[in-house]
């Protein structure tokens, strides 16, 4: 799949908002408050239309809706719409229960939910293929029995295709462990309820191991940095989101308070609050646009706190308190919600979304086959689950004594009744 056939295939005029003319539409009609668009710091052509075969996603107008258990039904995410290109890292940032995981899973075609609004994967309505895209969850789900290598290493074994040998699938393993800083843990079982383990900072980063294994064209990370510390943040970031993974790979990530240097990392953010956008545009221009609407970033403050801050509404009674004469933070969000919509940032969006869905020709994800072979893979299974089975005490080994001790109390009913009359009648009793 040749993506410069996303290069715009309409003229500027037509779309109204390409290269040129948008530029010169922008000079002529922006507002005080609209944003100007930055190029991106991060990406290796001008909207990545260099990157060999990547994974465009678009999301438009989408909107998701849950039951709220009195014959009702409640928003999640109201009428969202942006776009994710390859090089390109896209962050969605929000205050907790804003909808980011939900935005998360309906991309990735994970939601069992109600939703509307078209979600296209290179310009089309497809399914993401086998091997296309991995999502890293916001919950840990590994084995707590196994080790952290052999997590890895099973999965290797199991994502990997056959055409690559044990030794080259280990050779892998064994580096993710190292770019992900694993390897003084590599022999430490990854332990869960009751049974002392890893950390869940390093669990986060055994789950990351494992879906960037066989590096995905297009990654979605649900909180990758959660029980992280600053600096171990930045490094699994920079490792993710750096120049050598990211190149033609479209990656989408959630993320609470990243510090300044891991928002460095990202080209686009996506604002959300209370599942609507306040903002979806080029990272670096986020701290204008709030300028610009009258919220600006106080001096030496990290701005990815200011803007969570400034949209949370979780707590508005305790800041009204601490802060007295500010603004309610529903009409705050409502100024930036608006703002957002009469911005130069959403035209851009709109033009962007436009023009990855006009592209024409074969943008059909190829399933890759480049996995075990289903024997393989059984075998793997079998084998990690017989390890699995053998170190849980609970699973295995107590199971195994309850079963010893029916089949001993069975097969003991009935010893030594004798065969006279009156034994048969016990037997029938
Ligand atoms: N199936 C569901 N039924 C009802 N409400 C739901 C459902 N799924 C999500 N929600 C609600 O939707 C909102 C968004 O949830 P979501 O998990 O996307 O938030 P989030 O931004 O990822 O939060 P966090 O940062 O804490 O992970 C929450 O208020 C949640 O309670
Ligand atoms: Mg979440």
Not at 151 to 157: F, K
Not at 206 to 233: N, Q, R
Not at 349 to 369: F, M
Request: overall charge neutral; some cysteine.
């Amino acid at each position: 799949m040749a993506s410069s056939s996303f290069r715009p295939s309409v003229s500027d005029s037509e779309i109204g908002y390409g290269s040129a003319s948008l530029q010169s539409h922008r000079r002529e009609t922006r507002k005080p408050l609209e944003v100007e668009s930055v190029p991106s710091p991060n990406s290796r052509e001008v909207g990545g239309v260099s990157e060999e075969g990547g994974v465009y996603l678009t999301w438009e107008n989408l909107w998701v809706t849950v039951s709220n258990g009195k014959g009702g039904s409640r928003s999640i995410l109201q009428d969202l719409t942006g776009y994710a290109r390859p090089g390109e890292v896209l962050a969605i940032m929000g205050p907790s229960g804003c909808g980011k995981s939900t935005l998360l899973d309906a991309l990735a075609g994970r939601l069992e939910a109600n939703q509307s609004g078209s979600i296209l994967v290179n310009g089309r309505k497809q399914t993401l293929a086998y091997g296309t895209s991995a999502y890293v969850t916001q919950d840990d789900t590994l084995l707590t029995t196994l080790t952290v290598g052999e997590a890895v290493y099973y999965s290797a074994q199991l994502q990997l295709p056959d055409s690559m040998s044990k030794q080259e699938k280990k050779e892998r393993a064994d580096m993710t462990i190292k770019e992900m800083g694993l390897q003084d843990s590599i022999n430490t079982r990854i332990g869960g309820w009751g049974v002392k383990g890893i950390s869940g900072g390093q669990k986060r980063r055994v789950s990351i191991c494992v879906e960037i294994l066989t590096h995905p064209k297009l990654l979605f990370l649900d909180e990758p940095t959660s029980g992280l510390d600053s600096a171990a943040s930045y490094y699994v970031m920079s490792r993710i989101v750096g120049p050598d993974f990211r190149h033609g790979r479209t990656i989408i990530t959630s993320i609470h308070q990243p510090s300044s240097e891991v928002f460095a990392l990202f080209d686009n953010l996506c604002l959300l609050s209370s599942g609507r956008t306040v903002y979806f545009g080029p990272a670096r221009a986020a701290n204008e646009f709030f300028s610009r609407n009258g919220f600006p970033c106080p001096t030496l403050q990290n701005p990815s706190d200011h803007f969570l801050k400034t949209i949370n509404k979780d707590f508005e009674e305790d800041i009204e308190q601490g802060l007295g004469g500010k603004k309610p933070k529903e009409e705050v969000i409502d100024i930036l919600i608006t703002a957002y919509k009469s911005s130069g940032s959403w035209q851009q969006v709109q033009a962007q979304v436009t023009e990855i869905c006009k592209q024409e020709g074969d943008q059909a994800l190829q399933k890759s086959r480049d996995h075990a072979s289903f024997v393989n893979q059984c075998l793997i299974l079998t084998k990690r689950s017989y390890v699995n089975m053998s170190r849980d005490l609970g699973y295995y080994w107590m199971r195994l004594g309850v079963y010893i001790m029916v089949s001993f109390a069975l097969g003991t009913i009935f010893y030594d009744l004798g065969f006279s009359n009156s034994s048969i009648q016990v037997r029938d009793s």
